[in-house]
């Protein structure tokens, strides 16, 4: 066979096995398969990628499968070729070859091992750039290349060259039409999200005008209705779109209709929509032609604006304004709650409920209106008996202060009951099937929830941004009837804590007074010494006494300002509490309640000392005042998470209720009269412990006694 027989059996193979080929990875086994052993036992393929040759596949006889991995250096004789743009042919043996067939230093002895005889490499080109080189060598003497074997793989780089471009242009159009797909996507995310209506016509008549889901809404028609008054027959909608003397319109009047017409844009025109004999409401239309290559009209877009909201204003406004003066007649919170749900009946709904917090914790309706005056004492009945259970949209709208519009409620029934048998009873009447839940969100949190149901249609989106902005309003006003009720209840907690601090203040200072006086006698004639001692001891006791109490009205005044200072240091838990044991003995062997000391010892750490000295002695008091006579144990000890001390004793315990609210400021689970003291004393320790970093909680039963622990961070930094 002669060689140009062979050299054109071989282009044809190459060409035809190319066509088949769907990517630039079969390009390369192609390549592979079908350019050795013909032209030698050894191939290389480097492209061009971002200005930058690369190696791409490597073959190797007798299989011509691919031999290490992509991305690699070209060799020498690649690069040359490649910044010269012409073929070159070497032919060995000569260690020149091994040099250019390698990329470096480091790949010369390994090229050098495998012996290559003769070596050539070709440019890629097509349409005069540069694509790649194509390089060969052989190994074997029979494999010897020579200038025939250089022309054929000139012809060969030609045809990969060509197979490669189609295969980059064939990448391109893909992805084009991966680009076009996601824009003609997007496109529709937006006409599906936009909130405003979209009308799109492809043709100069209109006869078919597509819609978007908003202003599918408003029509109250499926999406794939043709909205277009210029439809055929078959496909016309009950559409009209009225003027503001309430004539509705022919086709060629619309504005779209008109856009397509003239080629002009048709601007703000103001129609009233009617669907099915039904107002939907106010819009405002707006057109601009489509042209065709020869700006041509061939269509038209119309957008579509709602402002049947704006033409309410007015009157919403007029009505908000009324409303604002009637909720902040009264600063009583029941009768404003009251107002608040009046008003809204029947303005804003059928049936209106004020639903918060009651006195038992449990969360309800307050106040319930009904449209119908003969409902009226089924609704105050529903409003007494129901309480909102957990997981009920009212609940979760109190919790998290989310509004809510459910238009359409599939068991009315169930909103008003918690079982079945309540389901069956008087709150099945009220008939509500579509429901508002407006929280009023307070800066303190949400007050409260406003309930809007409706009994003879679906509560609308423009319904529900009316009654949030009513809520917006009327949260002024329940704020400020609660402000007032906090301010009238911190007023009269203000006149008991004077009376109390007055009775406290009174007692030592006219026990102070009276001791002074004896010792002015007892100091005037001469006496018993001893009786002195005891006048004047007594005076010191009650003016440490005042001394306290007046401490604890600085303390509440600096806590309250934030500025509790603090002097840390390291100390020994420990035998401080020895020390305040040791202080308090007189006074605990004086109620005859014994003391157990079980102390970790030592207890090292850095606390502020007086500070901790103040809380410690603060609930030995208290256990001392409220133990009864009976023991008193002190425990302090390490803990993984720093140290603990625990004051436990047997007297008369605090109910379950008392011990949430003992922490309070001026709050006290006994009555004053039988116990003495400002209720400040736990307040003031609380807040001393958490200053450091700690916490105090209590464990009572009534009848048999309480235990305080505190537990503090072993290292208080500053």
């Known amino acids: 066979m002669s060689l140009l027989h062979s050299r054109s059996q071989l282009l044809g193979r190459m060409s035809r096995e190319l066509a088949s080929c769907t990517g630039r990875e079969e390009v390369y086994r192609c390549l592979g398969r079908v350019a050795l052993p013909e032209l030698g036992d050894w191939c290389d ?21 691919v031999h290490g991995p992509p991305g690699g250096p070209p060799s020498l004789l690649a690069r040359r070729v490649a910044r010269s743009g012409h073929p ?45 080189v194509l390089s060969f060598a052989s190994r074997e003497p029979e494999l010897h290349l020579d200038e025939d074997a250089l022309a054929l793989a000139e012809d060969l780089a030609g045809c990969v060259a060509l197979a490669l471009e189609t295969d980059r242009l064939r990448q391109e159009l893909k992805r084009a039409r991966h680009h076009a797909q996601r824009q003609a996507a997007d496109f529709q995310t937006l006409l599906d999200v936009i909130p405003v209506g979209i009308g799109i016509a492809y043709d100069r008549e209109c006869r078919y005008i597509h819609q978007n889901g908003w202003f599918a809404r408003l029509h109250g028609l499926p999406l794939e209705s043709n909205i277009s008054l210029s439809a055929p027959d078959t496909e016309l909608q009950p559409i009209r779109y009225l003027d503001g003397n309430g004539r509705a319109l ?14 002009q844009e048709v601007l703000d025109v103001e129609l009233d929509l009617e669907v099915h004999g039904q107002r939907r409401g106010t819009i405002v239309v707006s057109a601009v032609p489509l042209f065709d290559e020869e700006h041509r009209p061939r269509g038209s877009i119309g957008t579509i604006q709602d402002v049947t909201a704006r033409k309410r204003a007015t009157e919403a406004q007029r009505f908000l304004a009324e409303s604002s003066v009637a909720l902040s007649s009264s600063l009583d919170p029941e009768q404003t709650s009251r107002t608040l749900v009046e008003l809204c009946v029947p303005a804003l709904a059928s049936v209106a409920a004020f639903c918060g917090w009651r006195p038992d914790g449990t969360l309800g309706m307050l106040m319930l209106t009904h449209a119908d005056p003969t409902l009226q004492p089924l609704a105050d009945e529903v409003a007494r008996t129901f309480v909102i259970p957990e997981g009920h949209p009212i609940h979760e709208a109190m919790m998290t202060g989310r509004p809510r519009l459910i238009p359409v409620l599939e068991e009315a029934s169930s909103w008003y009951a918690g079982g079945e048998a309540q389901r069956q009873g008087p709150c099945h009447g009220l008939g509500v099937h579509s429901v508002m839940l407006i929280p009023l969100a307070a800066p303190q949190g949400v007050a409260g929830v406003l309930v809007l149901g409706s009994t003879d249609r679906a509560c609308t989106e423009e319904d529900f941004t009316f009654a949030q902005e009513y809520a917006a309003h009327a949260t002024y006003a329940i704020d400020n009837a609660r402000l007032y009720r906090e301010a009238r209840d911190a007023i009269s907690l203000r006149d008991e804590f004077l009376s109390i601090a007055g009775h406290e203040l009174r007692t030592p200072l006219t026990s102070l007074q009276l001791g002074l006086l004896h010792i002015v006698r007892e100091s005037a004639t001469p006496g018993d010494p001893a009786r002195l001692s005891k006048w004047v001891a007594m005076c010191q006791r009650q003016g440490e006494r005042v001394g306290r109490l007046v401490g604890c009205l600085l303390d509440v005044s600096r806590i309250t300002a934030g500025r509790l200072p603090m002097v840390l240091e390291e100390m020994d838990l420990s035998a401080l509490m020895e020390e305040v044991a040791a202080r308090m003995g007189a006074e605990l062997e004086k109620v005859g309640c014994p003391l157990v000391l079980k102390l970790q010892s030592p207890l090292r750490g850095r606390w502020d000392r007086s500070r901790l000295d103040q809380v410690l002695t603060n609930l030995l008091g208290n256990a001392m005042k409220y133990g009864q006579g009976r023991p008193i144990e002190v425990t302090t000890l390490a803990t993984p998470e720093g140290v603990c001390v625990r004051i436990r004793d047997e007297g008369i315990g605090i109910s379950p209720e008392d011990q949430a609210r003992i922490f309070g400021r001026f709050e006290r689970a006994v009555s004053e009269r039988h116990y003495g003291g400002l209720g400040l004393g736990l307040w003031i320790s609380r807040q001393i412990v958490t200053e450091l970093g700690g916490h105090i909680r209590v464990e009572s039963v009534q009848g048999q006694g309480s235990s305080f622990t505190v537990e503090l961070p072993r290292w208080v930094e500053g």
């Open 250 to 263: 022919i086709p060629e009047e619309l504005p779209m209709q008109r856009a397509a017409a003239t080629g």
């Open 88 to 132: 070159e042919l070497l032919q060995g043996p000569d260690e020149q070859v091994a040099v250019l067939l390698s990329s470096g230093e480091e790949t010369l002895p390994r090229v050098r091992a495998a012996g290559p005889l003769d070596c050539m490499a070709v440019p890629l080109r097509l349409a005069g750039q540069l694509l790649g």
């Open 45 to 65: 393929l480097d492209v061009l990628q971002d200005g930058v040759l690369q190696r791409a596949a490597a073959f190797r006889a007798p299989h011509g499968a």
